[in-house]
């Protein structure tokens, strides 16, 4: 990680402070590939809730980048979330599922003790852009079966904006998906020059990454692709839309997520053993990942692991 990737923070007056993860730019793929901007994890803050990974992508010209296609590849220990602005993804699992995800739709899927998936950008997607989202599950849970759910949130008014509440609880709307640890998920549309302040859970830290526009939460500025924490303590979060043009963020949220996880490649373990032991079985095409039916290609490879042990992660104290 640079040195250009070092946390801004900001103390306001009251409550607790603001720190500001910048995006790296991660390429996915080939020659033709698309870039992400990854805020979650990092050196400094591995989750925000349970939320353990956040890419951002686009808006991406598939006529240029050649668009989304991920083959057949496993998960353990996830849950995998996905928030389109625009596009169309379709999504085939080894749990049998054949789904699509569209803009203001969620695709959750929990791979639990292990799943397989393929997702691919279909012919009719000219401009692809949105967010990919993971989810640590809890050691209690983090062998549980496969499962997917897709939801379709209605919008929200808020004054000076709207919201879309895709999973958890805000401005009065909850989310029917189901999460193994509590959690928030919801896209925001500010107004021009709009002030909006949200009833929050104090138990709750949050995170909230800028899609596009000027943005201030609480006095802390924001630009497009950073993302701004907040420790447990608030009942309210005030965002400032300070641009002439509608702004639009993902706020995330959750309950402090106290175990320490190793997250390598598709995994998600407690230890090194963890996850050879999931890549093992993964090269081996065991039963546990089962086989995803109708992608026209082989599935992924695992990447080698690395020389040393792979060691267990928490957010810095």
Same mark, same amino acid.
């Given at each position: 990680m640079s040195t250009a990737e070092t946390d801004r923070v900001d103390t306001p007056a009251t409550g607790p402070r603001v720190e500001v993860l910048p995006a790296r730019d991660v390429p996915l793929g080939g020659p033709r590939a698309m870039t992400v901007r990854r805020t979650l994890p990092q050196r400094s803050r591995s989750t925000i809730g349970a939320w353990c990974f956040v890419d951002h992508y686009g808006p991406d010209d598939v006529a240029t980048t050649g668009g989304m296609d991920v083959a057949p590849h496993p998960h353990t220990g996830l849950q995998t979330v996905s928030w389109l602005f625009t596009g169309e993804i379709e999504h085939r699992d080894s749990l049998g599922v054949h789904a699509y995800v569209r803009p203001g739709?969620?695709?959750?899927?929990?791979?639990? *003790?292990?799943?397989?998936?393929?997702?691919?950008?279909?012919?009719?997607?000219?401009?692809?852009?949105? !967010?990919? &989202?993971?989810?640590?599950?809890?050691?209690?849970?983090?062998?549980?079966?496969?499962?997917?759910?897709?939801?379709?949130?209605?919008? =929200? /008014?808020?004054?000076?904006?709207?919201?879309?509440?895709?999973?958890?609880?805000?401005?009065?709307?909850?989310?029917? =998906?189901?999460?193994?640890?509590?959690?928030? $998920?919801?896209?925001?549309?500010?107004?021009?020059?709009?002030? !909006?302040?949200?009833? =929050?859970?104090?138990?709750?830290?949050?995170?909230?990454? !800028?899609?596009?526009?000027?943005?201030?939460?609480?006095?802390?500025?924001?630009?497009?692709?950073?993302?701004?924490?907040?420790?447990?303590?608030? /009942?309210?979060?005030? &965002?400032?839309?300070? $641009?002439?043009?509608?702004? *639009? &963020?993902? &706020?995330?949220?959750?309950?402090?997520f106290e175990e320490r996880i190793v997250m390598w490649w598709n995994f998600i373990g407690r230890s090194h053993e963890d996850i050879a032991q999931a890549r093992e079985e993964w090269q081996a095409a065991s039963d546990r990942f089962g086989a995803v039916d109708g992608y026209p290609g082989d599935r992924l490879p695992a990447p080698e692991l690395p020389g040393i042990p792979l060691k267990p992660r928490g957010n810095a104290r």
């Amino acid at each position: 990680m640079s040195t250009a990737e070092t946390d801004r923070v900001d103390t306001p007056a009251t409550g607790p402070r603001v720190e500001v993860l910048p995006a790296r730019d991660v390429p996915l793929g080939g020659p033709r590939a698309m870039t992400v901007r990854r805020t979650l994890p990092q050196r400094s803050r591995s989750t925000i809730g349970a939320w353990c990974f956040v890419d951002h992508y686009g808006p991406d010209d598939v006529a240029t980048t050649g668009g989304m296609d991920v083959a057949p590849h496993p998960h353990t220990g996830l849950q995998t979330v996905s928030w389109l602005f625009t596009g169309e993804i379709e999504h085939r699992d080894s749990l049998g599922v054949h789904a699509y995800v569209r803009p203001g739709e969620v695709n959750l899927m929990t791979s639990g *003790r292990g799943i397989a998936h393929s997702e691919v950008s279909t012919p009719a997607t000219t401009v692809l852009h949105g !967010v990919q &989202l993971w989810v640590a599950l809890p050691e209690e849970h983090r062998h549980t079966g496969r499962d997917f759910h897709h939801h379709v949130p209605g919008p =929200v /008014t808020l004054d000076g904006g709207e919201a879309r509440v895709f999973l958890g609880t805000l401005a009065g709307d909850t989310s029917p =998906v189901p999460t193994f640890t509590p959690l928030l $998920g919801a896209e925001l549309t500010l107004h021009p020059h709009a002030t !909006v302040t949200l009833a =929050v859970d104090p138990a709750f830290e949050h995170g909230l990454l !800028v899609d596009s526009g000027d943005i201030r939460l609480l006095d802390t500025p924001l630009c497009p692709a950073e993302l701004g924490y907040t420790a447990p303590g608030r /009942t309210t979060l005030t &965002l400032t839309n300070t $641009g002439d043009t509608d702004a *639009r &963020l993902v &706020l995330l949220g959750g309950t402090p997520f106290e175990e320490r996880i190793v997250m390598w490649w598709n995994f998600i373990g407690r230890s090194h053993e963890d996850i050879a032991q999931a890549r093992e079985e993964w090269q081996a095409a065991s039963d546990r990942f089962g086989a995803v039916d109708g992608y026209p290609g082989d599935r992924l490879p695992a990447p080698e692991l690395p020389g040393i042990p792979l060691k267990p992660r928490g957010n810095a104290r």
